[in-house]
């Protein structure tokens, strides 16, 4: 399952899967999608593809559809396997979820009362945790680009946006 998979390089904030490693001049869009399912066909080491961002290899995936394309694979800055930033390995959309939660997920929208582990698979990881623990429970502040997300004892129970 697809994750985030942006060009966080430029401004365009389409979804971003390489279409083709091995040629530069090539339109690299492709119309793969957040949370679609895919399935590893192949994995590319780096010799053969571009070297960009210090990518050891490259996973070549394919959609039920039959399309084809490229997804980094990437290491954290101590060089260990990143938690998995751009797919899943399992269906992260839980089947417990309502339908409600489920469409604002897939849509990357958040609301009031949703758990840690939905605005998790919605927003992505945030920049920064802030945690508190005392008698009364536990409280986290996230914080993500100009927003502030609380949580109560894994809920979500305000925001605050700059």
Not at 29 to 44: L, S
Not at 105 to 128: A, C, D, L, R
Request: a positive charge; zero cysteines; glycine letters at 8%.
């Amino acid at each position: 399952w697809l994750n985030d998979i942006k060009d966080n390089y430029s401004k365009d904030e389409n979804l971003y899967v390489f279409k083709n490693i091995f040629f530069d001049d090539e339109d690299q869009r492709t119309n793969f999608k957040k949370f679609q399912k895919v399935r590893v066909i192949e994995v590319v080491p780096f010799v053969y593809g571009h070297t960009y961002y210090g990518t050891p290899f490259y996973l070549k995936i394919q959609g039920e559809g039959g399309e084809i394309g490229y997804v980094r694979y990437d290491k954290t800055k101590r060089g260990v396997q990143s938690k998995l930033v751009h797919y899943y390995t399992k269906n992260p959309i839980s089947d417990k979820w309502s339908e409600e939660i489920k469409l604002l997920i897939k849509n990357e929208k958040i609301k009031m009362g949703m758990t840690s582990e939905q605005v998790n698979v919605s927003w992505g990881k945030p920049n920064k945790v802030n945690k508190s623990i005392g008698s009364w429970g536990v409280h986290e502040q996230w914080i993500y680009r100009g927003h502030y997300l609380y949580f109560e004892n894994g809920i979500l129970t305000s925001l605050q946006t700059k």
